[in-house]
């Protein structure tokens, strides 16, 4: 088992940055790739960003990439979302997940799920 918590989520403006950490804990953290992915309401949840085991490959949905970035710390267990140019339509719950495989965009691809962290941007 893995257990993943989120932080770092908040009101902000149009424009302002934020950091999501998720720290995990329970297996070893370097033996699994690590997504971001979000949910705003009445919609699916979808893909934010992914990284390797390794950190060393990064993956993004468009919307986000270049304003957005993932990293991971395998020593304090700890993946974050530097979430930088924030715009409304960002505004969701955001979640991290874990998958055994390979970095993925694929939601049932992940075997484990934080609880979320709520990110709202307004204009």
């Known amino acids: 088992q893995v257990q993943l918590v989120e932080s770092g989520g908040g009101l902000v403006q149009a424009g302002a940055s934020l950091r999501l950490s998720c720290a995990a804990s329970?297996?070893?953290?370097?033996?699994?790739?690590m997504g971001w992915f979000r949910q705003a309401p009445g919609k699916g949840r979808e893909f934010v960003a992914s990284?390797?085991?390794?950190?060393?490959?990064?993956y993004y949905e468009d919307a986000v990439r270049g304003r957005f970035t993932i990293s991971r710390d395998n020593t304090k267990s700890t993946v974050y979302l530097q979430m930088n140019s924030l715009k409304p339509e960002d505004s969701a719950v955001y979640y991290c997940?874990?998958?055994?495989?390979?970095?993925?965009?694929?939601?049932?691809?992940?075997?484990?799920w934080g609880q979320g962290t709520q990110v709202t941007v307004s204009s």
């Open positions: 990284v390797s085991w390794s950190g060393r490959n990064t």
């Open positions: 329970g297996r070893t953290f370097s033996d699994y790739s």
């Open positions: 997940a874990a998958a055994i495989g390979p970095a993925s965009p694929v939601v049932h691809q992940y075997d484990y």
